[in-house]
């Protein structure tokens, strides 16, 4: 009788601890600081998909949980911040969503068989160093400065172009890749030069650029720069084509530049919040007064392909996981999503905007 009782109990605390059992997922991003925008779209993404996730049953009968770290967008924060989220148990990180901080922080996820999926790193090095375990819903920078260097080549060819970036890995990757295609196009810009991220004024740079009679100019950087950027040349009466990549896609861009921002350009994917698989959840948000613009929706994405992911593999061991990842296709936010061996996108989209009444539109 004894046994019985005692099996019984063991039994009784096994399915408790199964019904309690929970499955640990982060985000890591710039929670605070200039780039704090990018961590509250991260963040709101990945906690909608949680939700809705565990709405549908969890993963493999288990609840997730977000927990969330700030990297400041800073290398060795990042890494500091990885290993936390390694402590704690979790499989997945969204994140992270600076390309200098993806980079090491990768180095730690591999090591511990975590998972990581980047809805906002577009530096080619993050997929090209061969980690399995390594994955971004947004395609790479070699990609998004083909179309920018193709743009300025066709538009501004028989005039001076300027190429300005910050030294940031994402910043400077991106003009770098910009600067290789427009040169392939047989086009050379007239300057090429690093600005001082953090400044409130960039007065003397556009003068520069003024004074050398640039018609069309390409930054590579983050927006509050970029903003301000703009501002100068409005300021100052300078009319310069302003051209960028993916980091401003953030109604904080427009706040900061106010009325210069208008007609600003740049790249960035194909809108996620006009794909018809997305509208429920887009509603979902609105409901909530907040626009998932941005990354917002590709950070939604990166838990929804995880979360698929252990559905099909049938288990959250990490090669089975990762295994899957490579393997198989997802239908997201963003549209049917499939990996190649390296972690990219199969399929990478790559769109226009421009900025008009405070708000970005695609260039029709």
């Given at each position: 009788m004894h046994r019985i009782i005692a099996t019984a109990i063991v039994a009784l605390a096994a399915a408790f601890s199964s019904a309690r059992a929970e499955v640990l997922i982060g985000v890591s991003a710039a929670m605070t600081g200039r780039l704090a925008w990018i961590g509250e779209q991260g963040q709101r993404g990945a906690e909608m998909a949680v939700a809705d996730v565990n709405a549908a049953g969890g993963v493999l009968g288990q609840e997730v949980r977000l927990i969330s770290v700030d990297d400041f967008c800073d290398p060795e924060q990042a890494v500091a911040a990885a290993k936390k989220l390694v402590a704690d148990g979790v499989v997945l990180v969204v994140g992270h969503y600076?390309?200098?901080?993806?980079?090491?922080?990768?180095?730690?996820?591999?090591?511990?068989?975590?998972?990581?999926?980047?809805?906002?790193?577009?530096?080619?090095?993050?997929?090209?160093?061969?980690?399995?375990?390594?994955?971004?819903?947004?395609?790479?920078?070699?990609?998004?400065?083909?179309?920018?260097?193709?743009?300025?080549?066709?538009?501004?060819?028989?005039?001076?172009?300027?190429?300005?970036?910050?030294?940031?890995?994402?910043?400077?990757?991106?003009?770098?890749?910009?600067?290789?295609?427009?040169?392939?196009?047989?086009?050379?810009?007239?300057?090429?030069?690093?600005?001082?991220?953090?400044?409130?004024?960039?007065?003397?740079?556009?003068?520069?650029?003024?004074?050398?009679?640039?018609?069309?100019?390409?930054?590579?950087?983050y927006?509050?720069?970029?903003?301000?950027?703009?501002?100068?040349?409005?300021?100052?009466?300078?009319?310069?084509?302003l051209i960028s990549g993916d980091a401003l896609a953030t109604e904080e861009f427009a706040l900061i530049a106010g009325s210069a921002?208008?007609?600003?350009?740049?790249?960035?994917?194909?809108?996620?919040?006009?794909?018809?698989?997305?509208?429920?959840?887009?509603?979902?948000?609105?409901?909530?007064?907040?626009?998932?613009?941005?990354?917002t929706l590709l950070s939604y994405c990166a838990v929804q392909v995880w979360a698929q992911a252990v559905?099909?593999?049938?288990?959250?061991?990490?090669?089975?996981?990762?295994?899957?990842?490579?393997?198989?296709?997802?239908?997201?936010?963003?549209?049917?999503?499939?990996?190649?061996?390296k972690g990219d996108l199969t399929k990478q989209s790559w769109v226009w905007y421009v900025w008009r009444g405070g708000e970005y539109v695609p260039v029709e």
């Open positions: 600076c390309s200098g901080t993806s980079i090491p922080a990768s180095k730690v996820y591999e090591e511990a068989g975590v998972v990581e999926i980047s809805p906002g790193s577009t530096n080619p090095q993050l997929t090209e160093q061969g980690r399995a375990n390594v994955f971004r819903t947004i395609g790479r920078d070699d990609a998004q400065g083909f179309i920018a260097g193709n743009y300025l080549a066709d538009r501004w060819g028989d005039k001076k172009i300027a190429i300005l970036h910050d030294n940031s890995t994402y910043g400077k990757g991106l003009a770098d890749e910009t600067r290789k295609q427009l040169n392939k196009r047989g086009v050379t810009e007239a300057v090429y030069d690093a600005y001082t991220p953090g400044k409130d004024n960039y007065s003397a740079e556009v003068a520069a650029l003024q004074t050398a009679g640039v018609s069309a100019l390409y930054v590579g950087g927006h509050a720069e970029v903003a301000l950027i703009a501002r100068a040349t409005h300021d100052s009466g300078y009319t310069v084509q921002a208008e007609g600003t350009l740049f790249t960035f994917p194909a809108d996620p919040r006009r794909n018809a698989d997305a509208a429920a959840v887009v509603e979902q948000f609105r409901a909530e007064n907040f626009e998932p613009a941005g990354y559905a099909k593999a049938g288990s959250l061991e990490p090669k089975a996981v990762i295994a899957t990842l490579h393997e198989q296709e997802f239908d997201t936010v963003i549209g049917r999503v499939d990996f190649d061996d």
